[in-house]
Protein backbone atom coordinates (compact mmCIF):
# COMPACT_ATOMS: atom_id res chain seq x y z
CA UNK A 1 0.00 0.00 0.00
CA UNK A 2 1.32 2.90 -1.25
CA UNK A 3 2.39 5.92 1.87
CA UNK A 4 2.20 9.76 2.02
CA UNK A 5 2.92 11.62 4.46
CA UNK A 6 2.32 15.66 5.71
CA UNK A 7 2.30 17.82 9.38
CA UNK A 8 -1.12 18.06 9.69
CA UNK A 9 -4.27 15.78 8.21
CA UNK A 10 -7.92 16.89 8.54
CA UNK A 11 -10.70 14.50 8.12
CA UNK A 12 -13.83 16.42 6.21
CA UNK A 13 -13.68 19.99 4.33
CA UNK A 14 -16.92 20.88 5.84
CA UNK A 15 -16.52 24.55 8.03
CA UNK A 16 -14.63 22.96 10.68
CA UNK A 17 -11.90 21.56 8.47
CA UNK A 18 -11.83 23.87 5.54
CA UNK A 19 -10.91 27.04 8.48
CA UNK A 20 -8.75 25.26 10.12
CA UNK A 21 -6.95 23.99 6.74
CA UNK A 22 -6.72 27.48 5.49
CA UNK A 23 -5.67 28.56 9.34
CA UNK A 24 -2.80 26.01 9.33
CA UNK A 25 -1.98 27.03 5.72
CA UNK A 26 -1.26 30.51 6.19
CA UNK A 27 1.03 29.87 9.20
CA UNK A 28 3.26 27.87 6.82
CA UNK A 29 2.22 24.44 7.95
CA UNK A 30 1.70 21.66 5.59
CA UNK A 31 -1.97 20.10 5.70
CA UNK A 32 -3.66 17.80 3.54
CA UNK A 33 -8.02 17.44 3.97
CA UNK A 34 -9.61 13.77 2.87
CA UNK A 35 -13.16 14.66 2.47
CA UNK A 36 -15.40 11.49 1.59
CA UNK A 37 -18.04 13.30 -0.64
CA UNK A 38 -17.62 15.31 -3.96
CA UNK A 39 -18.87 19.07 -3.23
CA UNK A 40 -21.45 20.59 -3.30
CA UNK A 41 -23.44 18.14 -1.30
CA UNK A 42 -26.05 18.86 1.05
CA UNK A 43 -25.66 19.66 4.58
CA UNK A 44 -28.22 20.95 7.71
CA UNK A 45 -27.34 23.78 9.72
CA UNK A 46 -28.24 26.86 7.49
CA UNK A 47 -28.59 29.47 9.99
CA UNK A 48 -25.05 31.27 11.13
CA UNK A 49 -24.58 33.24 14.23
CA UNK A 50 -22.57 36.50 13.87
CA UNK A 51 -19.43 35.25 16.29
CA UNK A 52 -18.63 32.42 13.08
CA UNK A 53 -17.39 35.44 11.22
CA UNK A 54 -14.20 36.14 13.02
CA UNK A 55 -13.03 32.96 12.10
CA UNK A 56 -13.99 33.21 8.59
CA UNK A 57 -12.62 36.56 8.66
CA UNK A 58 -9.15 35.03 10.09
CA UNK A 59 -9.21 32.44 7.41
CA UNK A 60 -9.38 35.29 4.64
CA UNK A 61 -13.17 33.91 3.09
CA UNK A 62 -14.81 37.02 4.24
CA UNK A 63 -14.27 38.76 0.63
CA UNK A 64 -15.72 35.72 -1.19
CA UNK A 65 -18.54 35.05 1.36
CA UNK A 66 -19.97 38.79 1.08
CA UNK A 67 -19.89 38.26 -2.24
CA UNK A 68 -21.37 35.25 -2.69
CA UNK A 69 -25.04 36.57 -2.23
CA UNK A 70 -26.42 34.70 0.48
CA UNK A 71 -29.20 36.10 2.89
CA UNK A 72 -28.25 38.96 5.45
CA UNK A 73 -28.87 38.55 9.07
CA UNK A 74 -29.14 40.23 11.61
CA UNK A 75 -31.14 38.53 14.76
CA UNK A 76 -33.31 36.19 15.61
CA UNK A 77 -37.07 36.21 16.24
CA UNK A 78 -39.45 33.93 18.45
CA UNK A 79 -42.72 33.54 18.35
CA UNK A 80 -45.78 31.03 20.84
CA UNK A 81 -49.19 31.37 20.92
CA UNK A 82 -48.97 34.83 19.25
CA UNK A 83 -46.19 36.20 21.59
CA UNK A 84 -43.19 37.87 19.26
CA UNK A 85 -39.74 38.83 20.19
CA UNK A 86 -37.03 39.58 18.36
CA UNK A 87 -33.31 39.78 19.01
CA UNK A 88 -31.33 42.33 16.83
CA UNK A 89 -27.84 40.93 17.30
CA UNK A 90 -26.05 44.01 16.55
CA UNK A 91 -27.50 45.04 20.33
CA UNK A 92 -25.56 43.31 21.92
CA UNK A 93 -22.81 43.34 25.11
CA UNK A 94 -19.91 41.72 23.49
CA UNK A 95 -17.86 43.71 20.82
CA UNK A 96 -17.81 41.91 17.22
CA UNK A 97 -19.35 40.93 14.08
CA UNK A 98 -23.52 41.46 14.55
CA UNK A 99 -24.74 40.30 11.39
CA UNK A 100 -24.09 36.95 9.59
CA UNK A 101 -26.06 35.03 6.49
CA UNK A 102 -28.41 32.00 6.36
CA UNK A 103 -27.39 29.85 3.82
CA UNK A 104 -27.77 26.54 1.64
CA UNK A 105 -24.88 24.97 3.41
CA UNK A 106 -24.13 22.82 -0.37
CA UNK A 107 -23.13 26.58 -1.53
CA UNK A 108 -21.49 27.83 1.58
CA UNK A 109 -19.15 25.09 2.19
CA UNK A 110 -18.13 24.43 -1.01
CA UNK A 111 -17.53 28.60 -1.35
CA UNK A 112 -15.44 27.64 1.92
CA UNK A 113 -13.75 24.83 0.41
CA UNK A 114 -12.85 26.22 -2.71
CA UNK A 115 -11.49 29.62 -1.12
CA UNK A 116 -8.97 27.82 0.82
CA UNK A 117 -7.87 25.43 -2.05
CA UNK A 118 -7.30 28.63 -4.17
CA UNK A 119 -5.34 29.90 -0.94
CA UNK A 120 -3.26 26.35 -1.64
CA UNK A 121 -4.29 23.89 -0.07
CA UNK A 122 -5.00 20.67 -1.12
CA UNK A 123 -8.26 18.79 -0.61
CA UNK A 124 -9.08 15.28 -1.89
CA UNK A 125 -12.50 14.85 -2.59
CA UNK A 126 -14.14 11.46 -2.95
CA UNK A 127 -11.23 10.22 -0.23
CA UNK A 128 -12.56 7.97 3.27
CA UNK A 129 -10.89 7.70 5.78
CA UNK A 130 -11.52 3.97 7.27
CA UNK A 131 -8.46 3.63 10.18
CA UNK A 132 -6.44 4.63 12.02
CA UNK A 133 -3.14 3.39 14.27
CA UNK A 134 -1.75 5.94 16.69
CA UNK A 135 1.24 3.23 18.16
CA UNK A 136 3.77 5.48 16.67
CA UNK A 137 3.26 8.92 14.30
CA UNK A 138 -0.20 8.64 13.44
CA UNK A 139 -1.37 6.81 10.47
CA UNK A 140 -4.71 7.14 8.36
CA UNK A 141 -5.68 4.09 5.85
CA UNK A 142 -7.22 6.11 2.97
CA UNK A 143 -9.72 4.70 0.53
CA UNK A 144 -11.01 6.49 -2.99
CA UNK A 145 -13.82 6.61 -5.28
CA UNK A 146 -11.78 4.76 -7.50
CA UNK A 147 -11.25 2.17 -4.90
CA UNK A 148 -7.67 2.94 -4.68
CA UNK A 149 -5.84 2.47 -1.32
CA UNK A 150 -3.32 4.35 0.63
CA UNK A 151 -2.27 5.08 3.65
CA UNK A 152 -0.77 8.92 5.22
CA UNK A 153 1.17 9.52 7.93
CA UNK A 154 0.77 12.46 9.31
CA UNK A 155 2.25 14.87 12.96
CA UNK A 156 -1.34 15.12 13.64
CA UNK A 157 -4.83 14.46 13.03
CA UNK A 158 -7.59 17.09 12.73
CA UNK A 159 -10.89 15.09 13.04
CA UNK A 160 -13.50 17.77 11.32
CA UNK A 161 -15.97 14.68 10.27
CA UNK A 162 -19.34 16.25 11.60
CA UNK A 163 -21.96 13.62 12.01
CA UNK A 164 -19.28 11.17 10.08
CA UNK A 165 -17.45 11.20 13.58
CA UNK A 166 -14.53 8.76 12.52
CA UNK A 167 -12.34 8.88 15.01
CA UNK A 168 -14.73 8.86 17.89
CA UNK A 169 -15.85 5.76 16.22
CA UNK A 170 -12.68 4.41 15.72
CA UNK A 171 -11.08 5.06 18.72
CA UNK A 172 -14.43 4.17 21.22
CA UNK A 173 -14.67 7.39 22.38
CA UNK A 174 -18.14 7.83 21.69
CA UNK A 175 -20.34 8.67 24.98
CA UNK A 176 -24.04 8.81 25.32
CA UNK A 177 -25.22 12.80 25.30
CA UNK A 178 -26.78 13.62 28.51
CA UNK A 179 -29.99 15.57 26.61
CA UNK A 180 -32.59 13.26 25.61
CA UNK A 181 -32.89 12.06 21.94
CA UNK A 182 -34.78 14.41 19.56
CA UNK A 183 -36.07 14.17 16.30
CA UNK A 184 -35.97 16.86 13.46
CA UNK A 185 -37.71 16.56 10.07
CA UNK A 186 -37.01 19.02 7.69
CA UNK A 187 -37.21 20.39 3.79
CA UNK A 188 -36.78 23.28 1.86
CA UNK A 189 -39.53 25.38 0.67
CA UNK A 190 -40.49 28.00 -2.21
CA UNK A 191 -42.11 29.82 0.89
CA UNK A 192 -44.24 31.83 -1.29
CA UNK A 193 -44.41 35.08 2.26
CA UNK A 194 -46.84 37.67 1.02
CA UNK A 195 -46.85 38.92 4.95
CA UNK A 196 -44.94 42.26 4.56
CA UNK A 197 -43.93 42.15 8.40
CA UNK A 198 -42.37 39.15 7.78
CA UNK A 199 -38.66 39.56 8.61
CA UNK A 200 -36.20 37.45 6.21
CA UNK A 201 -33.06 38.91 7.78
CA UNK A 202 -33.83 37.18 11.13
CA UNK A 203 -34.34 33.24 11.60
CA UNK A 204 -37.74 32.65 13.18
CA UNK A 205 -38.05 30.05 16.09
CA UNK A 206 -41.69 29.13 16.52
CA UNK A 207 -43.01 27.27 19.46
CA UNK A 208 -46.11 25.06 19.53
CA UNK A 209 -49.21 26.62 20.97
CA UNK A 210 -49.94 23.05 23.19
CA UNK A 211 -46.17 21.20 24.00
CA UNK A 212 -43.48 23.59 24.44
CA UNK A 213 -40.60 21.32 24.05
CA UNK A 214 -42.02 21.45 19.90
CA UNK A 215 -40.72 24.08 18.18
CA UNK A 216 -39.88 24.83 14.08
CA UNK A 217 -37.59 26.55 12.44
CA UNK A 218 -37.90 28.76 9.31
CA UNK A 219 -34.62 30.28 7.82
CA UNK A 220 -35.50 32.57 4.88
CA UNK A 221 -32.97 32.47 2.01
CA UNK A 222 -31.62 34.98 -0.48
CA UNK A 223 -33.76 33.18 -3.92
CA UNK A 224 -37.52 32.96 -2.25
CA UNK A 225 -37.15 29.55 -0.52
CA UNK A 226 -36.63 28.73 3.43
CA UNK A 227 -35.22 26.44 5.43
CA UNK A 228 -38.16 24.78 7.07
CA UNK A 229 -38.12 22.21 9.93
CA UNK A 230 -39.66 21.02 13.30
CA UNK A 231 -38.17 19.32 16.21
CA UNK A 232 -39.69 17.13 19.03
CA UNK A 233 -38.79 14.00 20.84
CA UNK A 234 -39.90 10.71 19.29
CA UNK A 235 -42.57 9.59 21.36
CA UNK A 236 -44.54 13.37 20.61
CA UNK A 237 -44.03 12.11 16.44
CA UNK A 238 -45.13 8.89 16.77
CA UNK A 239 -48.90 9.50 16.05
CA UNK A 240 -47.98 11.04 13.09
CA UNK A 241 -49.08 9.83 9.58
CA UNK A 242 -48.21 9.86 6.15
CA UNK A 243 -45.15 10.92 4.45
CA UNK A 244 -42.52 12.64 6.19
CA UNK A 245 -43.56 15.99 3.61
CA UNK A 246 -46.87 15.25 5.19
CA UNK A 247 -45.94 14.56 8.65
CA UNK A 248 -43.92 18.01 8.46
CA UNK A 249 -46.25 19.70 6.92
CA UNK A 250 -49.52 18.32 9.39
CA UNK A 251 -46.95 19.82 12.49
CA UNK A 252 -46.75 23.36 10.55
CA UNK A 253 -50.28 23.37 10.52
CA UNK A 254 -50.84 23.35 14.49
CA UNK A 255 -49.40 26.11 14.57
CA UNK A 256 -51.55 29.31 13.61
CA UNK A 257 -48.67 31.96 12.82
CA UNK A 258 -46.62 29.67 10.90
CA UNK A 259 -49.68 28.01 9.07
CA UNK A 260 -50.79 31.36 8.02
CA UNK A 261 -47.35 32.86 6.81
CA UNK A 262 -46.63 29.43 4.58
CA UNK A 263 -50.07 28.72 3.54
CA UNK A 264 -48.58 29.48 -0.59
CA UNK A 265 -45.40 27.19 0.91
CA UNK A 266 -44.43 24.29 -1.46
CA UNK A 267 -41.24 22.20 -1.18
CA UNK A 268 -38.60 22.09 -3.74
CA UNK A 269 -36.48 19.01 -1.62
CA UNK A 270 -37.13 16.28 -0.55
CA UNK A 271 -38.25 16.13 3.21
CA UNK A 272 -35.59 14.43 5.62
CA UNK A 273 -35.19 13.83 8.89
CA UNK A 274 -32.35 13.14 11.41
CA UNK A 275 -32.69 11.90 14.98
CA UNK A 276 -30.40 11.17 17.81
CA UNK A 277 -27.95 13.72 16.73
CA UNK A 278 -26.96 14.72 20.55
CA UNK A 279 -23.44 13.45 20.59
CA UNK A 280 -20.59 13.34 23.25
CA UNK A 281 -16.86 12.41 23.41
CA UNK A 282 -14.74 10.78 26.53
CA UNK A 283 -11.73 13.34 25.03
CA UNK A 284 -11.82 15.96 22.87
CA UNK A 285 -8.15 15.62 22.43
CA UNK A 286 -4.71 14.11 22.94
CA UNK A 287 -1.26 14.90 21.88
CA UNK A 288 -1.61 13.16 17.89
CA UNK A 289 -5.62 14.40 17.48
CA UNK A 290 -8.17 16.79 18.50
CA UNK A 291 -11.83 16.59 17.45
CA UNK A 292 -13.40 19.82 15.71
CA UNK A 293 -16.76 20.28 15.34
CA UNK A 294 -19.68 17.82 15.01
CA UNK A 295 -16.97 15.18 15.41
CA UNK A 296 -16.85 16.37 19.13
CA UNK A 297 -19.64 17.27 21.12
CA UNK A 298 -23.06 18.41 19.29
CA UNK A 299 -26.04 19.51 21.95
CA UNK A 300 -28.90 21.30 19.63
CA UNK A 301 -30.04 22.85 16.52
CA UNK A 302 -32.30 25.41 18.34
CA UNK A 303 -29.90 28.21 18.95
CA UNK A 304 -27.93 27.27 15.68
CA UNK A 305 -24.79 26.88 17.76
CA UNK A 306 -23.12 24.34 15.63
CA UNK A 307 -21.07 26.08 12.41
CA UNK A 308 -20.02 28.62 15.01
CA UNK A 309 -18.90 25.97 17.65
CA UNK A 310 -17.16 24.04 14.94
CA UNK A 311 -15.22 27.15 13.68
CA UNK A 312 -14.47 28.05 17.44
CA UNK A 313 -12.97 24.61 17.77
CA UNK A 314 -10.91 25.36 14.49
CA UNK A 315 -9.28 28.08 15.83
CA UNK A 316 -8.55 26.82 19.12
CA UNK A 317 -7.03 23.65 17.56
CA UNK A 318 -4.83 25.58 15.17
CA UNK A 319 -3.96 28.34 17.27
CA UNK A 320 -2.24 25.17 19.44
CA UNK A 321 -0.86 23.35 16.29
CA UNK A 322 0.72 26.92 15.32
CA UNK A 323 2.70 27.07 19.17
CA UNK A 324 3.59 23.36 18.73
CA UNK A 325 5.28 24.09 15.63
CA UNK A 326 6.86 26.95 16.87
CA UNK A 327 8.39 24.69 19.51
CA UNK A 328 6.42 25.71 22.64
CA UNK A 329 4.54 23.38 24.99
CA UNK A 330 0.84 22.65 24.06
CA UNK A 331 -1.43 21.26 27.09
CA UNK A 332 -4.04 19.77 25.18
CA UNK A 333 -6.34 19.71 28.25
CA UNK A 334 -6.15 22.74 29.81
CA UNK A 335 -5.18 24.75 25.34
CA UNK A 336 -8.43 22.81 23.52
CA UNK A 337 -10.40 21.00 25.79
CA UNK A 338 -11.40 23.22 28.19
CA UNK A 339 -11.47 26.20 26.85
CA UNK A 340 -14.14 24.55 23.78
CA UNK A 341 -16.13 23.00 26.89
CA UNK A 342 -16.71 25.88 28.81
CA UNK A 343 -18.50 27.71 25.76
CA UNK A 344 -20.09 24.67 24.71
CA UNK A 345 -21.47 24.21 28.65
CA UNK A 346 -22.67 27.77 28.40
CA UNK A 347 -24.81 26.66 25.45
CA UNK A 348 -25.85 23.70 27.48
CA UNK A 349 -27.47 25.82 29.93
CA UNK A 350 -29.81 27.84 28.25
CA UNK A 351 -30.22 24.48 25.43
CA UNK A 352 -31.47 22.59 29.06
CA UNK A 353 -33.57 25.55 29.82
CA UNK A 354 -35.39 26.40 26.72
CA UNK A 355 -36.43 22.49 26.48
CA UNK A 356 -37.30 23.05 30.61
CA UNK A 357 -39.59 25.96 29.37
CA UNK A 358 -37.54 28.35 31.77
CA UNK A 359 -35.17 30.47 29.11
CA UNK A 360 -38.67 30.46 27.13
CA UNK A 361 -39.87 32.52 30.24
CA UNK A 362 -37.55 34.98 29.57
CA UNK A 363 -37.45 34.97 26.12
CA UNK A 364 -41.32 35.76 25.74
CA UNK A 365 -41.30 38.43 29.16
CA UNK A 366 -42.46 41.74 28.04
CA UNK A 367 -40.20 43.98 29.79
CA UNK A 368 -36.85 43.42 29.74
CA UNK A 369 -33.95 44.99 30.69
CA UNK A 370 -32.32 46.61 28.18
CA UNK A 371 -28.76 45.46 29.85
CA UNK A 372 -29.84 42.09 30.57
CA UNK A 373 -31.23 41.95 26.56
CA UNK A 374 -28.09 42.70 25.31
CA UNK A 375 -26.16 40.09 27.50
CA UNK A 376 -28.62 37.44 26.08
CA UNK A 377 -28.19 38.86 22.85
CA UNK A 378 -24.22 38.12 22.64
CA UNK A 379 -25.03 34.11 23.58
CA UNK A 380 -27.53 34.24 20.88
CA UNK A 381 -25.16 35.65 18.39
CA UNK A 382 -22.55 32.69 19.35
CA UNK A 383 -19.89 34.56 21.77
CA UNK A 384 -20.43 31.73 24.40
CA UNK A 385 -16.59 32.31 25.01
CA UNK A 386 -16.78 35.99 26.02
CA UNK A 387 -16.37 36.03 30.13
CA UNK A 388 -16.32 39.37 30.56
CA UNK A 389 -20.48 38.75 29.85
CA UNK A 390 -22.02 37.16 33.54
CA UNK A 391 -24.51 35.12 31.89
CA UNK A 392 -21.43 33.43 30.02
CA UNK A 393 -19.17 33.36 33.54
CA UNK A 394 -21.96 32.33 35.51
CA UNK A 395 -24.74 31.43 33.11
CA UNK A 396 -26.97 29.15 35.57
CA UNK A 397 -27.09 31.38 38.45
CA UNK A 398 -27.71 34.10 36.09
CA UNK A 399 -30.34 32.66 34.03
CA UNK A 400 -32.20 31.46 36.92
CA UNK A 401 -32.25 35.11 38.53
CA UNK A 402 -33.55 36.66 35.06
CA UNK A 403 -36.32 33.56 35.06
CA UNK A 404 -37.50 34.56 38.94
CA UNK A 405 -37.68 37.86 38.28
CA UNK A 406 -40.27 37.09 35.23
CA UNK A 407 -41.88 34.58 36.95
CA UNK A 408 -42.48 37.36 39.92
CA UNK A 409 -43.50 39.87 37.25
CA UNK A 410 -45.91 37.65 35.70
CA UNK A 411 -47.51 36.41 39.43
CA UNK A 412 -47.98 40.11 40.73
CA UNK A 413 -51.36 41.81 40.20
CA UNK A 414 -51.42 44.02 37.37
CA UNK A 415 -51.67 47.79 39.38
CA UNK A 416 -55.31 49.70 39.37
CA UNK A 417 -55.43 52.18 37.26
P1 LIG B 1 -19.84 18.86 8.54
O1 LIG B 1 -20.30 20.12 7.97
O2 LIG B 1 -20.83 17.77 8.74
O3 LIG B 1 -18.65 18.31 7.62
C1 LIG B 1 -18.07 17.06 7.83
C2 LIG B 1 -17.49 16.54 6.54
O4 LIG B 1 -16.72 15.36 6.83
C3 LIG B 1 -18.56 16.13 5.53
O5 LIG B 1 -18.40 16.85 4.33
C4 LIG B 1 -18.35 14.63 5.36
O6 LIG B 1 -18.57 14.18 4.04
C5 LIG B 1 -16.90 14.45 5.77
N1 LIG B 1 -16.62 13.08 6.24
C6 LIG B 1 -17.40 12.30 7.03
N2 LIG B 1 -16.83 11.10 7.21
C7 LIG B 1 -15.66 11.11 6.53
C8 LIG B 1 -14.62 10.15 6.33
N3 LIG B 1 -14.68 8.91 6.86
N4 LIG B 1 -13.55 10.50 5.58
C9 LIG B 1 -13.47 11.74 5.01
N5 LIG B 1 -14.43 12.68 5.17
C10 LIG B 1 -15.51 12.37 5.92
N6 LIG B 1 -25.70 24.64 12.85
C11 LIG B 1 -25.76 25.97 12.66
O7 LIG B 1 -24.73 26.64 12.79
N7 LIG B 1 -26.93 26.59 12.32
C12 LIG B 1 -28.10 25.91 12.19
O8 LIG B 1 -29.14 26.49 11.88
C13 LIG B 1 -28.08 24.50 12.44
N8 LIG B 1 -29.21 23.74 12.31
C14 LIG B 1 -29.14 22.40 12.52
C15 LIG B 1 -30.32 21.62 12.46
C16 LIG B 1 -30.27 20.26 12.73
C17 LIG B 1 -31.54 19.45 12.69
C18 LIG B 1 -29.03 19.64 13.05
C19 LIG B 1 -28.96 18.18 13.35
C20 LIG B 1 -27.88 20.39 13.11
C21 LIG B 1 -27.93 21.77 12.85
N9 LIG B 1 -26.75 22.54 12.92
C22 LIG B 1 -26.83 23.90 12.75
C23 LIG B 1 -25.44 21.94 13.19
C24 LIG B 1 -24.59 21.86 11.92
O9 LIG B 1 -25.21 21.01 10.99
C25 LIG B 1 -23.21 21.31 12.26
O10 LIG B 1 -22.81 21.75 13.51
C26 LIG B 1 -22.13 21.71 11.27
O11 LIG B 1 -22.46 21.25 9.98
C27 LIG B 1 -20.80 21.13 11.72
O12 LIG B 1 -19.79 21.38 10.78
P2 LIG B 1 -18.55 20.40 10.66
O13 LIG B 1 -17.57 21.07 9.80
O14 LIG B 1 -18.16 19.96 12.03
O15 LIG B 1 -19.14 19.08 9.97
Redesign the pocket.
Known sequence: IPEFETQVAI????????IAASLLHKAGIRVLV????Q?P?F???????PC?MQFIEAAGMSEALNKAGFQFKNGAAFRRNGNYNCFDFTDKFTQGPGTTFQVE?AHF?KLLADTAAAQGVNIRYG????AIDLNARPILD?SDDQGKQYRLQADFILD???????LPRLLDLERPSNLPPRQ?I?THVEDGITDPDFDRNK?LISVHPQHQDIWY?L?PFSNGRC?L?V?AEPARLAHQQGTLEQQLFALVNEEPGLKRLLSNARAVRDTAQ?GG?SARVSTLATDKFAL????GE?LD?VF???????MQ?SALATDCLMRKYNGEEVNWDKDYCQPLTQGVDTFRTYVEAWYDGRFQQVIFSEDQNPKVKQMICSILAGYAWDRDNPFVKDSLRRLNMVVELCADRQSSPTPEP
Open positions: IGAGPAGALERQFRSIGESLLCRDHSVTIASGFGRVAFIWISGVLYLGNAFPSSGVTIAS
